[in-house]
């Protein structure tokens, strides 16, 4: 009986969660939009300041109870790490790393894959709790240097000049799916170009819209909605990351797995300068 009740709990809480995010995103198909500055606004205060299990759960730490009894924490990082070589073989991409950045790098479930590959690793994180929490888990796999990055929501242009140099690999995951907008997500394109090295390659996930208002970006009350505030129709990312100055190699696609569905992973390359 205690099982019981407690599945029709998680059931019915579900529902609440769904029935809540088709409001919010009928409310913005309507015209009700919050404008990026309050969303950024939101997003600064949810991020910076570390309240619950819930929180480390999206902050991706190893402790959080959604990977607790698992191996999911390990295996984030592992599955990225293993796409970026297979893109990369694809790709022609063989320099060495001696910078790795990851934009979003949370409690270190990639980092600590990618950083024993580098020379140094780069976070940004929202959160300087987070940044600590991810240093601590590079440390206890690796001796590689990381260089932790503290940003905020609202000026993210600002930490180009703390990363002080290019990078070999950019990484973002988890993370656009986040941002308050679309066009905030350009922003972070443009950063991405900017601070990748000439013959360097990005690896940035997105949450895709496949065509139903459903899926469309959600623009408000991101507390509540954030792994839904942005997504891109897979096409239309396709195109920004050329505007951005970037070459598009592939994409791979997810529908489902064990953490949410609908995403988009892009292998974005700067072309060396020989080829401007």
């Not at 790709?91 to 990639?110: I, K, M, S, Y």
């Not at 990381?146 to 929501?153: E, G, K, S, T, Y």
């Amino acid at each position: 009986m205690p099982s019981l009740l407690s599945e029709a709990v998680r059931r019915a809480k579900r529902s609440a969660r769904q029935a809540e995010n088709l409001f919010h995103r009928a409310l913005a198909t309507a015209g009700a939009r919050q404008p990026e500055s309050r969303i950024s606004a939101d997003a600064q205060d949810y991020w910076r300041h570390s309240a619950d299990a819930t929180w480390r759960g999206n902050s991706h730490w190893r402790d959080a109870p959604v990977f607790g009894g698992t191996d999911l924490w390990h295996r984030i990082g592992a599955e990225h790490l293993e796409l970026f070589d297979a893109g990369a073989r694809m790709c022609g991409f063989d320099r060495p790393w001696h910078r790795v950045l990851e934009w979003g790098c949370g409690g270190g479930a990639n980092a600590v894959h990618f950083a024993p590959r580098a020379e140094e690793f780069v976070g940004v994180d929202i959160s300087a709790e987070t940044l600590q929490e991810c240093a601590k888990q590079v440390g206890a796999v690796c001796d590689t240097p990381f260089r932790p990055i503290a940003i905020d929501v609202a000026d993210p242009e600002a930490a180009v000049a703390r990363i002080d140099g290019p990078c070999d690999v950019f990484l973002s995951c988890y993370v656009f799916e986040l941002v308050p907008t679309p066009e905030y997500g350009e922003r972070l394109l443009r950063i991405a170009h900017d601070v990748l090295a000439p013959g360097g390659l990005a690896l940035i996930q997105i949450k895709y819209s496949d065509g139903r208002w459903r899926t469309r970006s959600r623009r408000r009350a991101y507390r509540r909605g954030l792994a839904e505030m942005t997504t891109y129709p897979i096409d239309e990312f396709w195109q920004l990351g050329r505007r951005c100055g970037f070459t598009p190699k592939a994409v791979h696609l997810v529908p489902r797995n064990e953490l949410d569905e609908r995403y988009a992973y892009f292998f974005l390359a700067r072309e060396p300068e020989e080829r401007k």
